[in-house]
């Protein structure tokens, strides 16, 4: 794999690396099958999880409002001017030396020490002995999962003895490199799992304990297929093992490095960013670690804005709201800089971006960016400008709201969505943490696109898009503080996902299509109104006028 990415890059043109540097010169270098496996535990647990976050995040952040009361008092005085000197920072914008682009070598080392990392035993995915596995979806942090030479296994349920032979057996093949039979041995031991055969005692384990194991399983197979070179076969795998335990970083990572190899460069920059959040949360100390993760996360947006020919970015940091005066010069200092993306320009205003070279978890907040985007495609631009606007996320070219669309239409609208529009917003999100409007929103679109997959029988690619927004459903509860009304939502939209995979036919329409509809026919009353009113001011600017003409006419006679 990484040769592969290596041959790829010397192919580059001289002219495509100078294009790269430039928009690499916005990055401020200076600043630089779940159901089936598991039955309805995972619909079971979704309110507990959500608990478990809240409460997870709380505990983390009483030693930062510690530290934080403290940072307060010293530098209450300094506060004013560090906003206007931030915000003077765009009047008088250097163009900040471009970063060097960080080598693949650096890429593969770091999935060597935190990806292809040999874990032999399932005790890392565990709770610790002094927290209930019933209130919180607990990980050991990596320094300690990788010293464990003699664990403790007291405090650990007893797992099946079958299922410990089979994983026992894998493991030894893994460690030989006989990568297709372990595959195989753990394929087998996810079977066992989904027979029951996971705990010795089923009726004193808890679902989070057969979540832990069915979860090592998965990445123990995510991380097989790596290592055959198939990431297509590892994508599903990772994405169920986030679902099954979304609180452990490695996870995220191991999908970070899936996308990697399938060139999907701004997943791979949300996942790592997602994984380096994930090892804060978790109570996570070592500096090392995290600089890896945030290397990673570095060099995958890095490579997503290389690669990237429709639109360009431009990062500027903020502290306080920016004022439209200061978006327009933004905007300005952006098409001086990027004139070849000037058909149209977009400040996403909602937007508080955080990037790998200044994030710091512990601060209240990280320093936070807006983002300028320019795009060749002035269509294009206007749609996302949109979208970014929207409390209710739809894709769609219905010409009335109960007209759905031919096969053909379906097909275009297809291409349009997914070369066009869905790798522009997995950008967007590649440096932004939580959404704005609704916590489930993005996972909405990737649901509505999935559902137009399946309309047009594509069942692999629907079956990877539903897993993917599964795993982001998992983790939104300890990325950011949801309402009920939210938390319910999360619920239906899981809930319905997995009616979906498993290929339950009922007559309940899934949610994200219902979201889809109210939408739509939002759009129509709002056209309906829109054109309305045109009319009604054409008619009065008529009469007008036709009065004019009578008294002209009068004044004449």
């Not at 495509?16 to 600043?31: G, M």
């Not at 093949?173 to 372990?182: F, G, I, L």
């Not at 790596?226 to 999908?255: C, E, T, V, W």
């Not at 739809?394 to 031919?406: N, Q």
């Amino acid at each position: 794999m990484g040769g592969q990415n290596e041959t790829s890059q010397q192919i580059n043109t001289s002219k495509e690396s100078n294009a790269a540097a430039s928009k690499l010169n916005d990055i401020p270098e200076a600043l630089q099958e779940v159901k089936n496996h598991l039955g309805d535990i995972e619909a079971e647990n979704t309110m507990e999880r959500i608990k478990m976050a809240e409460k997870k995040k709380r505990r983390q952040s009483n030693d930062v409002d510690r530290a934080s009361s403290k940072w307060k008092l010293e530098n209450e005085g300094k506060l004013a001017a560090k906003k206007e000197a931030t915000m003077l920072e765009i009047d008088n914008q250097l163009i900040p030396v471009p970063p060097s682009h960080i080598p693949l070598k650096s890429l593969i080392d770091v999935e060597i020490k935190l990806v292809y990392v040999d874990e032999e035993d399932i005790t890392y995915e565990f709770a610790k002995p002094v927290v209930s596995t019933s209130t919180q979806s607990a990980c050991h942090d990596s320094e300690k999962a990788d010293a464990l030479s003699a664990p403790n296994f007291s405090f650990l349920p007893q797992i099946d003895k079958w299922l410990q032979v089979t994983l026992k057996d894998a493991s030894t093949c893994y460690r030989q490199k006989k990568y297709a039979v372990a595959a195989g041995q753990f394929r087998t031991a996810l079977e066992l799992c989904s027979k029951g055969a996971a705990i010795g005692k089923p009726f004193d384990s808890s679902p989070h304990d057969i979540s832990s194991i069915a979860s090592f399983i998965e990445t123990k197979l995510a991380t097989c297929y790596l290592k055959m070179r198939k990431p297509d076969l590892a994508l599903n795998h990772s994405h169920r093992s986030i679902i099954l335990n979304p609180a452990y970083f490695r996870n995220h990572l191991r999908q970070a490095a899936v996308f990697r190899c399938l060139e999907r460069y701004s997943e791979a920059a949300r996942s790592a960013m997602i994984a380096d959040y994930m090892y804060w949360l978790s109570g996570g100390t070592e500096q090392h670690i995290s600089k890896l993760i945030k290397l990673y996360w570095q060099a995958m947006i890095e490579e997503a804005i290389t690669r990237e020919e429709s639109f360009s970015v431009m990062y500027t940091p903020f502290v306080t709201k920016a004022r439209a005066d200061k978006i327009d010069k933004m905007k300005d200092i952006f098409a001086k800089k990027h004139p070849d993306y000037v058909e149209h320009i977009y400040t996403d205003p909602h937007g508080l971006h955080i990037l790998p070279q200044t994030a710091d978890w512990s601060s209240l907040p990280p320093q936070q960016y807006l983002l300028t985007l320019g795009f060749r495609n002035k269509d294009v631009g206007k749609f996302l400008e949109k979208m970014s606007s929207r409390k209710l996320t739809i894709f769609s070219e219905y010409k009335a709201p109960f007209s759905p669309l031919t096969k053909e239409e379906s097909r275009r609208h297809l291409e349009t969505i997914g070369k066009k529009i869905m790798p522009i917003m997995d950008f967007i999100r590649s440096t932004k943490l939580t959404d704005n409007f609704c916590a489930c929103s993005h996972v909405i679109e990737k649901l509505q696109y999935a559902s137009l997959l399946g309309y047009l029988q594509q069942v692999t690619e629907e079956s990877q898009v539903i897993n993917q927004a599964m795993a982001e459903l998992a983790s939104i509860p300890y990325l950011q503080d949801i309402s009920q009304q939210d938390a319910e939502l999360l619920q239906s939209l899981m809930a319905d996902a997995m009616d979906t995979l498993e290929g339950r036919r009922s007559d309940k329409e899934r949610v994200w299509n219902k979201i889809q509809k109210v939408g739509i026919i939002e759009d129509f009353l709002y056209q309906t109104e829109d054109s309305f009113l045109k009319n009604k001011k054409l008619r009065i600017a008529r009469r007008q006028k036709m009065k004019m003409k009578k008294l002209q006419s009068a004044q004449q006679h």
